[in-house]
């Protein structure tokens, strides 16, 4: 009598100390699994190609990263990040709520400023919890500035505390073959900052629009808005911030 051949199984379900006919019943399980996700991504996204994403508050912004003074920047992107914020929770909201969506983002409510609506955010998976880690450190930016007359005092701002901790995405799109020519000089910290704002925005508006869509499509946000297929808006984002990227690399 043959030996059963195991090679079908997930590396995981092979190692487990479990009869074959076991290990069968849960790969079969997972591989059902997913192909119904897989059909479901499929579905979905082939639906938000079908629909138009209006980007012309971001592309608006963004002219505004590429040409304001840096140390306007963070109210301003802030100030931009607190509207999309609370008009995703408008929508996320149940309609039904004692005393109204509208009591909850007044001046009293759980979230009434963009401190709570970041915390609120990550906390209930309304946004992705890196995207609200940098809209902290960003936000923590802001307030510092708003408090400081003394001009000086932020000479080393932008390069060092929290907003060195931000992710570094010079680093990311320098790795890019089509890229290396065009950002083999790197970027200056003040530049690199401007970059990293308008891909954290980008990312805003992208997931404002699509990732609690998934969610209610019972699908991994992360999964299927950043993995493959891809839907067509996030090349809509990603060619806008590109182009910024490079002006911002012709600039620096």
């Given at each position: 009598?043959t030996?059963?051949d ?6 995981d ?8 006919f ?35 508050d ?7 990263i ?40 007044g001046a009293?409510g ?109 699908l991994?946000?992360?999964r ?29």
């Amino acid at each position: 009598m043959t030996e059963p051949d195991e090679d079908w199984f997930d590396p995981d379900i092979a190692a487990m100390k479990l009869e074959y006919f076991e290990k069968s019943g849960l790969q079969i399980y997972r591989n059902y699994t997913r192909a119904f996700e897989e059909h479901a991504i499929k579905r979905f996204v082939e639906t938000l190609d079908l629909e138009p994403l209006n980007l012309t508050d971001f592309q608006g912004l963004v002219a505004l990263i590429l040409s304001e003074e840096v140390r306007f920047l963070p109210v301003i992107v802030c100030a931009f990040a607190n509207d999309v914020l609370k008009a995703t929770f408008k929508e996320v909201l149940p309609d039904r709520i004692p005393g109204g969506k509208g009591s909850m983002l007044g001046a009293y409510g759980a979230l009434s400023d963009l401190a709570k609506r970041i915390q609120l955010a990550y906390a209930f998976d309304i946004f992705s919890p890196d995207l609200m880690e940098e809209l902290d450190r960003l936000r923590y930016a802001r307030n510092a500035i708003s408090h400081s007359w003394n001009i000086e005092s932020l000479k080393d701002f932008f390069t060092k505390g929290r907003l060195a901790d931000m992710h570094r995405m010079e680093e990311v799109l320098a790795e890019r073959k089509d890229l290396t020519e065009e950002l083999s000089r790197g970027f200056e910290p003040l530049a690199a900052f401007r970059l990293r704002l308008i891909w954290i925005v980008g990312r805003l508006v992208y997931e404002a629009a699509a990732y609690n869509r998934a969610k209610k499509a019972r699908l991994h946000p992360a999964r299927v808005l950043y993995g493959k297929p891809a839907p067509k808006w996030l090349k809509k984002v990603s060619t806008i911030c590109l182009d910024a990227s490079r002006e911002i690399a012709k600039q620096s």
